[in-house]
């Protein structure tokens, strides 16, 4: 069903998203939007234009160099408008610690804030190098520490499998919790928006409510394509200069990861622009475990947060969002 749909549309759109706490954030050619639900039932809408960073350092626009300029910055943007959208949702009846009274004093809110943003987009990056870097480097060390004959090639396919599973488990354990399910309800309406805007029809709750929940440029996808390629990479080098020792093994799949992320960047641009059986196959992974981060909307409301997010950064001249 979502292949069909997703073979209908009259293009392909650049614009993209990210759920938020009962929100969605959306980016359009030139403009940013965070639609939020607040507790009284209203939308609250914050619009900015987009500054890009390679407009001031055109190197970080250049093919396989872009890929990690995008991924930093999305995940800035993604933190600050989760940390938007959360404003709209205190905790009630909790009250600031000495710590955060301490900070308070010391620091004004404005730098309190960046802080915040940047450990948090640190503590992410590093929950992700842990588990799917180093914790399935060491676990497969620690298994075939009992094998030592064991060959170096099947260590890798180990170690890639491992990687796999622990995606897949990570996941899953998401899914399972009932807040998240909430936002994963918002990120389906993110992407039923943009399919129906990719398919050329009028932008009613109707009309989305109809398109399927899987896009092949998701994050997700983008997430396993980037463990895929980590893996490729990791198995040429570990064959042409072989490494046993785990603490080596890890240095280089940091060593790796601009070149993971930049690889992936472009296959994903690929699979943007063009849609045949090749790009398809890519991305057919990808669609399958959005069966973990994407449910279908429980109401309207959810939908009508995804629409008027996408309404807010469609381009001025048509065609100017066309991969």
């Not at 800035?76 to 959208?85: D, H, I, T």
């Not at 009309?207 to 990479?233: A, D, E, M, W, Y």
């Not at 669609?287 to 807010?312: H, K, Y």
Request: glycine content about 8%; some cysteine.
């Amino acid at each position: 069903m979502a292949d069909e749909k997703q073979q209908s549309c009259t293009f392909r759109t650049t614009i993209g998203g990210q759920a938020l706490i009962e929100g969605v954030m959306m980016r359009g050619p030139k403009k940013q939007a965070i639609v939020v639900r607040n507790q009284e039932g209203e939308l609250v809408e914050k619009v900015s234009d987009i500054k890009f960073i390679r407009d001031r350092y055109p190197i970080l626009g250049w093919p396989f160099v872009r890929g990690g300029a995008v991924f930093l910055g999305s995940m800035l943007n993604g933190v600050k408008a989760l940390m938007y959208s959360a404003e709209f949702f205190p905790d009630e009846e909790e009250e600031p610690s000495k710590f955060e009274k301490w900070l308070e004093s010391k620091i004004s809110s404005k730098k309190l804030e960046t802080i915040i943003i940047w450990l948090a987009m640190l503590m992410g990056v590093g929950l992700s190098v842990f588990l799917f870097m180093i914790l399935p480097t060491y676990l497969t060390a620690g298994i075939l520490h009992f094998a030592p004959s064991f060959p170096l090639w099947g260590r890798n396919v180990v170690e890639g499998v491992l990687k796999i599973i622990i995606f897949m488990c990570y996941l899953i354990l998401c899914s399972k919790t009932k807040d998240i399910q909430r936002v994963f309800q918002y990120h389906a309406a993110e992407h039923k928006s943009i399919f129906c805007y990719e398919a050329g029809l009028p932008l009613t709750v109707e009309n989305v409510r109809k398109q399927p929940c899987h896009h092949p440029r998701c994050g997700t996808s983008f997430l396993f394509v980037v463990i895929c390629v980590s893996i490729i990479l990791s198995a040429i080098v570990f064959g042409i200069w072989p490494m046993t020792a785990a603490w080596m093994r890890t240095l280089v799949h940091l060593a790796l990861l601009p070149f993971v992320v930049g690889i992936t960047y472009e296959i994903n641009r690929m699979v943007g622009r063009h849609d045949n059986a090749f790009t398809r196959f890519l991305s057919a992974p990808g669609m399958w475990m959005q069966n973990f981060t994407t449910f279908e909307p429980e109401d309207d409301a959810i939908i009508e947060v995804g629409l008027r997010s996408l309404q807010l950064v469609l381009p001025e001249v048509d065609g100017e969002d066309t991969w």
